[in-house]
């Protein structure tokens, strides 16, 4: 009731009743008309009864109501069903200046934020150095399967790719109806062979935390633990964040790739 309450039949595209309206925000009857369900059910719907629901039906109510991304949510747990996906929503673009220090404080170890798709949205000057990502290499899917910088340094590429290909699936998943998603695979099964085949076969995982071997031209092996983090306030980002593995020299490797003397391009290429 408090919710039918916050909706006035003028933003429902209804009359407002006049002085005949006593209470205001919507009628019972009107959220079930808009809705397209009966009023009974409306009303044991409110009155937390033992009905049979729909995930259809409850966001037809969400959108009379106008429930918010949580509150539709919450709709669903308190009739019985699991929730959806939180929605990314496109006012939440740009990133927020928080999340880029945060990818800046992790320096001078590898930090990025990637979309729903995999398209970098930021990431640091180590990202950079490490991994050859630039703003010409936008999407990493793309980058992994097409950046022959990329492909010559990551230790196991070939058997990695299987890995990334099933993660891939496991996030398109989540939104079945997305085009996007369904461009990028074709766009990139146009381009490599092996990812078409890849792609083709099926395999899901879901994406975590797993170790990445990179071969740096200048300080030689780099072993790193790669997590992924996600933020419920952001469901269409993920924090994308590089420890060194532990029992490795990786961490002293990667603070002298963040010297002045190595930025500027001035340390010797290591042999091999």
């Not at 699991?82 to 880029?100: F, K």
């Not at 290499?137 to 299987?162: I, K, M, Q």
Request: net charge neutral; charged share 25%.
């Amino acid at each position: 009731m408090i919710r039918r309450a916050r909706v006035s039949p003028a933003d429902a595209g209804l009359p407002d009743g006049g002085a005949r309206r006593r209470t205001p925000g919507l009628r019972r009857e009107e959220v079930a008309v808009l809705a397209g369900v009966g009023v009974s059910w409306y009303q044991w719907l409110e009155q937390g009864r033992d009905i049979t629901v729909s995930g259809q039906v409850l966001d037809s109510v969400s959108r009379v109501l106008r429930l918010g991304d949580a509150e539709r949510r919450h709709l669903y747990v308190l009739a019985g069903l699991n929730p959806p996906l939180a929605r990314a929503s496109a006012e939440q673009i740009p990133v927020s200046a928080g999340l880029t220090r945060i990818i800046d404080s992790w320096m001078p170890f590898p930090a990025n934020i990637i979309d729903r798709y995999w398209n970098n949205i930021v990431f640091n000057d180590a990202s950079a150095a490490i991994f050859d990502f630039n703003d010409q290499c936008r999407n990493c899917l793309f980058s992994y399967f097409t950046n022959p910088v990329y492909r010559g340094r990551h230790r196991g590429w070939e058997e990695d790719a299987a890995i990334v290909v099933a993660e891939y699936r496991a996030c398109a998943a989540e939104y079945p109806q997305d085009e996007g998603f369904r461009a990028i695979v074709a766009d990139l099964a146009e381009v490599s062979p092996l990812f078409a085949e890849l792609w083709a076969r099926g395999d899901v995982r879901s994406p975590g935390q797993r170790t990445k071997t990179v071969i740096h031209p200048v300080v030689g092996e780099l072993h790193f633990e790669s997590t992924q983090l996600k933020m419920p306030e952001r469901p269409d980002l993920t924090i994308v964040l590089h420890n060194p593995a532990p029992g490795t020299d990786t961490a002293a490797k990667v603070e002298c790739l963040a010297t002045p003397e190595a930025r500027r391009g001035s340390l010797r290429q290591v042999a091999g």
